[in-house]
């Protein structure tokens, strides 16, 4: 497979209360493959330095800059202060596809707890909010699984899309 090296959107990943380091981890090794400026991770994720998180993170742990927040809701209002659009990813009734999406960057995509989803103050606080169809009966794919999806839709879209 040829190697590909793509200017980065920028965009920063906002992790809600995520419960599995094992996860946090792939969404660090996911956000330096994919060129995210940034992932906070918020309440009780795991945050670098973090063994488990280092386990899956390969590496990428020490190359994607991160912060930590007690607060979601705290880091959404710190970002739109910072010009940055926040789009949460959840599926609710107001949520559009992430393809019909009309993205504006910079971008702050937050995703949320593996069995809670996105709190709903910080669902407030957003500017939009998307979601992947989903045909099954359990309605969700795992985290990383689903940040892959949306990074790699967004990549697709915003960087390839007029080639």
Same mark, same amino acid.
């Given at each position: 497979?040829?190697? /590909?090296?793509? *200017?980065? +959107?920028? !965009? #920063? ?9 094992? &996860? %946090?981890?792939?969404?660090?090794? +996911? ?6 400026? *940034? ?11 973090? $063994?488990? =998180?280092?386990? /899956? ?8 800059? $991160?912060?930590?927040? $007690?607060?979601? @809701? ?10 940055? %659009?926040?789009?949460?990813? *959840? !599926? ?5 596809? @992430? ?7 910079? =971008? ?9 989803? @996105? ?5 407030? *606080?957003?500017?939009? !909010?998307? $979601? ?6 359990? #309605?969700?794919? &795992?985290?990383? &699984?689903?940040?892959?999806?949306? +990074?790699?839709?967004? !990549? ?8």
């Amino acid at each position: 497979m040829k190697e /590909t090296k793509c *200017e980065k +959107l920028r !965009i #920063t990943l906002v992790l809600d209360r995520l419960r599995s380091a094992f &996860n %946090t981890g792939n969404i660090f090794r +996911l956000g330096d493959a994919a060129g995210v400026e *940034e992932i906070l991770c918020c309440g009780y994720t795991p945050a670098p330095p973090h $063994s488990r =998180l280092e386990k /899956t993170a390969l590496g990428a742990d020490k190359l994607v800059k $991160s912060r930590v927040f $007690s607060r979601t @809701v705290d880091a959404v209002r710190e970002l739109k202060q910072a010009g940055y %659009t926040v789009v949460a990813v *959840e !599926i609710t009734p107001e949520s559009e596809y @992430v393809w019909d999406h009309e993205f504006r960057f910079p =971008l702050a995509l937050v995703l949320g707890n593996e069995a809670l989803g @996105v709190d709903a103050e910080v669902l407030a *606080e957003c500017d939009g !909010i998307v $979601s992947l169809p989903m045909s099954g009966g359990k #309605t969700s794919v &795992n985290v990383g &699984n689903c940040a892959a999806a949306v +990074l790699y839709s967004l !990549i697709g879209k915003y960087q390839y899309g007029s080639r």
